[in-house]
T-cell receptor, first 111, second 114 residues
Framework: GQNIDQPTEMTATEGAIVQINCTYQ??????LFWYQQHAGEAPTFLSY????GLEEKGRFSSFLSRSKGYSYLLLKELQMKDSASYLC????????????FGPGTRLSVLP | EAQVTQNPRYLITVTGKKLTVTCSQN?????MSWYRQDPGLGLRQIYY???????DKGDVPEGYKVSRKEKRNFPLILESPSPNQTSLYFC?????????????FGPGTRLTVL
């Protein structure tokens, strides 16, 4: 089966750094994606990792360890607008377009 | 403007009454997908299409049909909707790029089946 775990909720303060973890157990691995979803809106793409290591994109970074089945999304210099759900998704196969999403982590940024 | 559109955005219907949710993208993307999103379960993939006339099941295809007669359109069909199909539905599209490109999501369709 396919299983992806994320913390349900997190709270952080404006200006701080927060790390959102994602662990996965899937039948295969061909890439891990992070999406942001504001309440009532569609998900929007943040980053993806295929190889182990850190990918940096401005205030957002994503890390992957394939041997541990683990990823995290790091958000720096938090802003109020970062309050949203963060979705971790795995593409298990190198064929097809099947994606497995985690339940999402709802982040609240407080002033 | 590059976008994915879905219609209708909101729909309330009754059990057994066939319905279609349309999805259209103007980015010439090869790949398209349908997802449903339920509280605590996250996004679950219903069907996907890798090109015209090429569709495949996702993780929760039961009770749904799709078709891909044109590259830009990927309608979702519920032949006989049931209350357990009440959910928020998203259509998404992406470039081929070996399957590792970002997905662009439509605004969502909130469906209630009574």
């Amino acid at each position: 089966g396919q299983n992806i775990d994320q913390p349900t909720e997190m709270t952080a303060t404006e200006g701080a750094i927060v790390q959102i973890n994602c662990t996965y157990q899937t039948s295969g691995f061909n890439g891990l994606f992070w999406y942001q979803q504001h309440a009532g809106e569609a998900p929007t793409f943040l980053s993806y990792n295929v190889l182990d290591g850190l990918e940096e994109k401005g205030r957002f970074s994503s890390f992957l360890s394939r041997s541990k089945g683990y990823s995290y999304l790091l958000l720096k210099e938090l802003q109020m607008k970062d309050s949203a759900s963060y979705l971790c998704a795995v593409k298990p196969h190198n064929y097809g377009q099947n994606f497995v999403f985690g339940p999402g982590t709802r982040l609240s940024v407080l002033p | 403007e590059a976008q994915v559109t879905q219609n209708p955005r909101y729909l309330i219907t009754v059990t057994g009454k066939k319905l279609t949710v349309t999805c259209s993208q103007n980015m010439n993307h090869e790949y398209m997908s349908w997802y449903r999103q339920d509280p605590g379960l996250g996004l679950r993939q219903i069907y996907y299409s890798m090109n015209v006339e090429v569709t495949d099941k996702g993780d929760v295809p039961e009770g749904y049909k799709v078709s891909r007669k044109e590259k830009r359109n990927f309608p979702l069909i519920l032949e006989s909707p049931s209350p357990n199909q009440t959910s928020l539905y998203f259509c998404a599209s992406s470039l081929a790029l070996g399957g590792l490109s970002e997905q662009f999501f439509g605004p969502g369709t909130r469906l209630t089946v009574l």
